[in-house]
């Protein structure tokens, strides 16, 4: 499964089908690779935070992308931990960029108000 490895990394923005609880259909959105590399290696699975557009109402833990071009994203966008979901590396549709180690120092912040402890 090495494969996946090479391809997608811990914070890579990429692009999947994305599962909403009150919609039927998946949307094809981005999303934050936020899964170890172990993880990634071992399961052929990642862990994603949604992406969602700055313009849209904002939502608790939510942390801007404050360099859109480094993460390959064309608006102003921020990462969603309240919304995380799991897909198998197969599903990505492809991987846009990265998040900067300032964006990631504040989105593990804000992953840690919402998981058990």
Known sequence: MTSSLARFKPWDAIVVPFTYTDQAADKVRPALVVSSPRHIQATDVVYLAMIASAANAA??????????????????????????????????????????KHDQAKLVASLEAFLAS
Request: net charge positive; proline share 7%; hydrophobic share 45%.
């Open 59 to 100: 939502w608790r833990g939510d942390v801007a992308v404050r360099n859109l071009r480094g993460a390959g994203l064309p608006a102003p966008s921020v990462v969603r931990p309240a919304k995380i979901m799991t897909l198998g590396c197969s599903h990505i549709v492809k991987r846009l960029g990265a998040l900067r």
